[in-house]
């Protein structure tokens, strides 16, 4: 007797495209990255500004609020400080008792901030751009700080 060798090309495995384990596993990472496309700008998404701080050495020297449209001035006596509104823009200047000084820009329309003109060399600040929501303008050698404030706690009078 003479014995068969098995058909090898019958016994073959064909594969299928897709297992029904992968499918699970490719929705769920369908699911995943539709999830990261909706979420991650909701919880990224930052707050408008309610108004701007200004400081000198660390010391507020002003806040402005976009909604009331109000700008509190500290009690400092280094620094002389004078303001022009004109189109809908206030143009304030800082100027310091060392003959240094800052001129700001308010557009109140747009919800803004920016530096206009600046005693330092560099003038980085004058370059920094408008400040609206996040971020801050710094004019490092006279010693400004413009940050954009969030809450209510500083606008209405309370420190930085």
Not at 101 to 116: H, M, P, Q, R, T
């Amino acid at each position: 007797m003479v014995e068969e060798k098995p058909n090898v090309k019958n016994q073959l495995y064909s594969p299928k495209f897709f297992a029904k384990k992968d499918v699970i596993i490719y929705a769920i990472i369908a699911v995943c990255l539709i999830l990261s496309f909706i979420l991650v700008p909701v919880l990224l998404k930052t707050k408008n500004a309610m108004g701007f701080s200004v400081s000198k050495d660390g010391k507020t020297v002003f806040t402005y609020n976009l909604l009331d449209d109000e700008i509190i001035f500290s009690n400092d006596d280094d620094i002389l400080i004078s303001k022009i509104e004109s189109d809908g823009k206030v143009k304030i200047k800082l100027s310091y008792a060392n003959g240094t000084f800052n001129e700001l820009v308010i557009d109140k329309a747009n919800g803004y901030i920016s530096v206009n003109d600046s005693s330092c060399k560099n003038s980085t600040c004058v370059h920094s751009g408008k400040l609206k929501d996040k971020g801050a303008i710094l004019c490092i050698p006279n010693g400004l700080k413009i940050t954009p404030i969030a809450d209510d706690s500083l606008i209405l009078g309370g420190g930085a």
